[in-house]
Each structure stands twice: as C-alpha cells, then as structure tokens.
C-alpha cells in the first residue's frame, strides 16, 4: 500500500505541498508527514465513494489519521481551497492557461447523476457551474433525478446580467435560451439538431441541412445570423457557427453513431450521418466582440475541459456525497475532479510506458 502511494504522490503537482501552506490547509496540523496523511484520508473518501464513518474508520486502522466523522467532513471543508489549487496546477501542466488575473471569464454549466453505495442508495443529479480561466466553482445544486424540474436545464441556475454561458447539446432548447435570455446574459450552446427550432432573419424555417452540407472542405468556418422562437412567439437573436470536422473525426462520430442505432435496434437517418461532420454551435456572444472564430475557440476550450469532466462523471457516478453544506459539497467535486485528473494522469503514462508501476532503481 505505501509503494503505490509514493507512485501516486509522483503524479500530484509539484508544488503540492507549497499549495497547501498557502491556502492554510496544513495550519494547526502536527507529526511528520501529516499534511501528506491528510490528503491520503480524504482520498480514501473522496477517490473511493466510502461514506465519512468509514473513511475513519479505514483512516484509523491505517494509522493515517484518529479522528470522528464530524472532524474529517471539517477537514473536507477546510480542504477546498487547497484541491481547487491543485486541480488548476494539473490543469496548467496539461497545457491549460488559466490566467485568474483576468477580468474576463465564462461559465461552463453541467450535471452528472451520482447513486450512493447501498442496495437503497440514493439517487442525486449535480447541477454545477464552473468559471474559465479561474476554475472557480459559483453554482452548486443537488436534485432528484426523476419528476417535474430535476432534468438538465438552464432553469436550474442562478443567472445574472452580462454573464458569459456556455453548455453542451443537453442545454439546447428554445426555452433555455429564452429563459438566458431573459437575464441579460449571453449563451453558448452545442445545437442539437432534432429539438431546437431555428428560423431566419425573415421568419421562415431555417435550413440548416442544406446550409452546413455546402461546407465541403476540411477546417471551413461559416456562420449565419439566426432567430430562435419559443413557444409565446418571442425571438432570441443570435448566431450559428460551424466548422466541419477532419475526415478520420467525422469516421469516429459516425461510427459512434451507427453502433448506438445497433445497441437500440433503430435505423439511424442520413441527417444524422450528415449532421455528425460538422460541430455546430449557436450563440448570441456579441459579435462585435466575438468573432466567428472567438465563439468556436471558446467551444474548444470547453471541450478540453469537459474531456476532464467526462472521466469526473465516471468517478463521480458512486459515492457518498456530503450535503450538510456549499462548502463541503464544493470541496468534494474539487476532490473528485482531483481524482479525475490524477486518473487521466496515470492513463497516459501506463499506455506509453512499459513496465510501469514501480520505480527502477539505478
């Protein structure tokens, strides 16, 4: 167990230890190495999906920490600041910039389902949203994943004015829009081309089929000014942005697409097919500040993020999640995205190296 806890420190930061003096995580700690069984006790919680009782309990027969359940779910809350740090040092060491002294920044909005361990676990969706460049977590909401309300929706949010929003093909309905909208905020939104309706700037049926299948070449960006109607006959100006995907990215989607046709018995229609060449996005982003390429770019950006989230939902799906406050259910997700890059991290060395997984000695 201690060999493969020094292989896994060898994946943290560099600066991990620095990280937690500076956030005062280690203040009123003592003995040799007890930041280091600190962060190895929430591990053992927050990498695990094991409740707080039996975190201790693990924690204690490890001789790592001697503590109540009460005084670890503090530890995580203490520990907030300290796991966001250190999620945005891995994040800069995979090549992202985050520069937090800019006044800019935009809010990726998302939700993962998590089932608690247990034969009568519980079943929670995580509504959560997340600002680009500083990684700061701003919205934090827990419901049920069944009945009226409780789906992945815009409405889920606290908004305001002049906030920057962007949201993946979930989000993409005329109502959510609208409802952004409304805030006098601006939205980003992956189209989903079976459910958004889409208008002109003279009122008629867009044709967006016919629009982006005129796109033939590899890397072509273009863009139409668009009118999004919601069911009260309102309107929401924006824009469409497309580019067409690389050839061997446009075998990977459809191909994907084909087999979930199989995996359903369902036929999968050429529009689909078509549809799959090209990322589409609309956006109402002022266009005197974004341009064509700055709304797709920013898209981008949220694409290599969500890469990250993708394998944080997988390690977030089991687990006991802590709801006896903001901070220590922040604290978590900080933890298990932690988790999720720490995960990433190990991946790409073991599918490069061979043998890997213990040091060789000189």
């Known amino acids: ?96 910039s985050f520069d937090e002294s800019d006044d800019f920044s935009v809010r990726l909005f998302d939700a993962t389902v998590v089932k608690e361990p247990g034969r009568t676990g519980s079943l929670w969706r995580i509504h959560y949203s997340v600002q680009i460049p500083s990684l700061a977590c701003d919205f934090f909401k827990l419901t049920a994943t069944k009945g009226k309300g409780t789906g992945e929706s815009f409405f889920q949010y606290s908004i305001k004015k002049g906030d920057f929003i962007i949201a993946d093909r979930g989000y993409s309905t005329a109502a959510g829009i609208h409802h952004v909208s409304s805030k006098g905020a601006y939205v980003m939104v992956r189209v989903n081309t079976q459910s958004l309706p889409i208008l002109d700037c003279k009122g008629r049926k867009f044709n967006l089929l016919e629009k982006v299948g005129a796109i033939s070449k590899t890397g072509v960006l273009k863009s139409w000014r668009v009118l999004i109607p919601n069911r009260a006959g309102e309107i929401v ?27 359903k018995c369902r036929s ?78 190990l991946i790409e060395h073991a599918e490069s190296i061979s043998p890997w997984g213990y040091f060789l000695e000189e």
Not at 78 to 87: E, P, R, S, V, Y
Not at 237 to 263: N, W
């Open 1 to 96: 167990m201690n060999e493969d806890w020094q292989l896994l420190l060898s994946f943290f930061p560099d600066n991990w230890l620095d990280l937690a003096l500076a956030t005062d995580v280690s203040k009123g700690l003592r003995k040799d190495k007890q930041v280091e069984n600190y962060i190895r006790t929430l591990l053992i919680h927050i990498g695990c999906g094991y409740s707080m009782r039996e975190t201790v309990v693990r924690a204690r027969l490890a001789s790592l920490a001697d503590i109540s359940d009460v005084t670890l779910l503090g530890r995580l809350r203490k520990a907030k600041g300290w796991l966001k740090a250190m999620c945005l040092a891995m994040l800069r060491e995979r090549g992202l």
């Open 237 to 263: 100006e924006g824009r469409i942005c497309v580019i067409r995907k690389t050839d061997e990215a446009i075998k990977i989607a459809q191909e994907k697409i084909k087999k979930e046709g199989r995996k």
């Open 268 to 345: 999968t229609m050429p529009a689909t097919l078509e549809y799959a060449k090209y990322v589409i996005v609309f956006t109402t982003f002022p266009e005197d500040s974004f341009t064509d390429f700055d709304v797709l770019h920013w898209y981008r950006i949220r694409w290599q993020v969500e890469l990250v989230f993708k394998r944080f939902k997988s390690i977030a799906e089991i687990g006991h999640l802590p709801k006896h406050g903001g901070d220590s259910s922040e604290a978590w997700l900080y933890g298990k995205l932690f988790v999720a890059l720490l995960t990433e991290r």
